[in-house]
């Protein structure tokens, strides 16, 4: 499974819009990128995926390089409601053998009032 | 509220001892996965299955067994417990396989004495 990387912590006035990064330099074609979070005590929950082009929906922006080696999530207006850990997660279509997750260790954001 | 259900939502219980958790999909979904969560190794995939049949297996101990019913629920059990098998396990479903959006449980939190 491909690998991300994501910094370990990052801060956040609430408001003010939310850049999370994550890199996949190894990702292959058929991965799609995953983003989930969990907030405190609470299983995690989904956000927003896409393959190739931007996506938008209701709780986020999901921006993917051309080369397809890094994203970026967008919360547009963060808010205290926010803080948790984000995992960005390349999932690989095994053409309908699995959708398992493998999660790494995330990023933690923190939302100031 | 994801629509999945996990019961109980604490267990606390000795060394050795064998328990079984129990996870509820949401209506009409076919795929239900467990993952461990403890704090040394984060969140870990543990099993798969689909429509009643396993699908995938993660870094399940060969201690620990699952099975999915006709009504779609399933239950993970646990055996000969150990001190380092206290974790939080969460369920999740899906609505089949390919690329879904997985919905997660609350979680039980498995204490071992």
């Known amino acids: 499974d491909a690998k991300t990387t994501q910094p370990n912590s990052m801060e956040s006035n609430e408001e003010e819009p939310v850049h999370l990064p994550c890199n996949h330099s190894?990702?292959?074609?058929?991965?799609?990128i995953h983003w989930y979070r969990q907030l405190p005590s609470q299983g995690p929950e989904y956000v927003i995926h896409g393959l190739t082009s931007n996506v938008n929906n209701r709780m986020a922006s999901l921006a993917i390089a051309e080369d397809r080696k890094s994203s970026t999530l967008i919360l547009h207006r963060a808010t205290l409601r926010d803080a948790a850990v984000y995992y960005c997660i390349l999932f690989l279509d095994y053409g309908g053998a699995t959708n398992k997750l493998i999660f790494g260790t995330g990023t933690l954001l923190a939302v100031q009032p | 509220d994801s629509g999945v259900t996990q019961t109980p939502k604490h267990l606390i219980t000795a060394t050795g001892q064998r328990v079984t958790l129990r996870c509820s999909p949401r209506?009409?979904?076919?795929?239900v996965y467990w993952y461990q969560q403890s704090l040394d190794q984060g969140l870990q995939f543990l099993i798969q299955y689909y429509n009643g049949e396993e699908r995938a297996k993660g870094n399940i101990l060969e201690r620990f067994s699952a099975q999915q019913f006709p009504d779609l629920h399933s239950e993970l059990n646990l055996s000969s417990l150990e001190l380092g098998d206290s974790a939080l396990y969460f369920c999740?479903?899906?609505?089949?396989?390919?690329?879904?959006?997985?919905?997660f449980g609350p979680g039980t939190r498995l204490t071992v004495t």
């Open positions: 190894t990702i292959s074609g058929t991965d799609y």
């Open positions: 209506s009409g979904d076919l795929s």
């Open positions: 999740a479903s899906s609505a089949g396989l390919g690329v879904y959006e997985q919905y």
